[in-house]
T-cell receptor
Framework: AQSVTQLDSHVSVSEGTPVLLRCNYSSSYSPSLFWYVQHPNKGLQLLLKYTSAATLVKGINGFEAEFKKSETSFHLTKPSAHMSDAAEYFC???????????FGTGTRLLVSP | NAGVTQTPKFQVLKTGQSMTLQCAQDMNHEYMSWYRQDPGMGLRLIHYSVGAGITDQGEVPNGYNVSRSTTEDFPLRLLSAAPSQTSVYFCASIPTGRNTEAFFGQGTRLTVV
């Protein structure tokens, strides 16, 4: 069975400090992995995706994530948080790279001035 | 370019009432799906369709019905609304092939009283 574990339900940072949102996955097949962001009362927007081409993936708004197969992890990072980064972030796996998405429970990022 | 359009954005139902959430996409995607989002639980798959005339159950299908008569439309029917169906509902469509990203509608916030 495929699953995603987001290790923190809430993460609080100060503006200008680094962001780390943690994600571990379990998949029987070679997975594709995604990070989506949801701003309050909005839909979901793709931040970045891993599709086996490169283990370090760069996304929009300065975010990046590193795929580590040995640790079954796909943590999301950003060097310097901005107030506009405050949102909920979802780690998603598609087992075998196909369309059935499995979501983590989400991490709410809070950014203080 | 409309993408994925969901209607309505907000709805209040009384227990026992029925209604249909509409979802339409103009990207000619074969795969469409419905998710519900509840606090602390991420997004959970209700039903999905791999093409016109083909639907299947997801993780939480009870109390919901779907059909797919055209590629563009994938309505979700609540047969007899219950307070446990109070949630935010998202429709998604995904292109055919591996490692493709999902496109989400803006969501429908449903309250059952």
């Amino acid at each position: 069975a495929q699953s995603v574990t987001q290790l923190d339900s809430h993460v609080s940072v100060s503006e200008g400090t680094p962001v780390l949102l943690r994600c571990n996955y379990s998949s029987s097949y070679s997975p594709s992995l995604f990070w989506y962001v949801q701003h309050p009362n909005k839909g979901l927007q793709l931040l970045l995706k891993y599709t086996s081409a490169a283990t370090l993936v760069k996304g929009i708004n300065g975010f990046e994530a590193e795929f580590k197969k040995s640790e079954t992890s796909f943590h999301l990072t950003k060097p310097s948080a901005h107030m506009s980064d405050a949102a909920e972030y979802f780690c998603v796996v598609t087992p075998g790279g196909f369309q059935k998405l499995v979501f983590g429970t989400g991490t709410r990022l809070l950014v203080s001035p | 370019n409309a993408g994925v359009t969901q209607t309505p954005k907000f709805q209040v139902l009384k227990t026992g009432q029925s209604m249909t959430l509409q979802c339409a996409q103009d990207m000619n995607h074969e795969y469409m799906s419905w998710y519900r989002q509840d606090p602390g639980m991420g997004l959970r798959l209700i039903h999905y369709s791999v093409g016109a005339g083909i639907t299947d159950q997801g993780e939480v299908p009870n109390g919901y019905n779907v059909s797919r008569s055209t590629t563009e439309d994938f309505p979700l029917r609540l047969l007899s609304a219950a307070p446990s169906q109070t949630s935010v509902y998202f429709c998604a469509s995904i292109p055919t092939g591996r490692n493709t990203e999902a496109f989400f509608g803006q969501g429908t916030r449903l309250t059952v009283v």
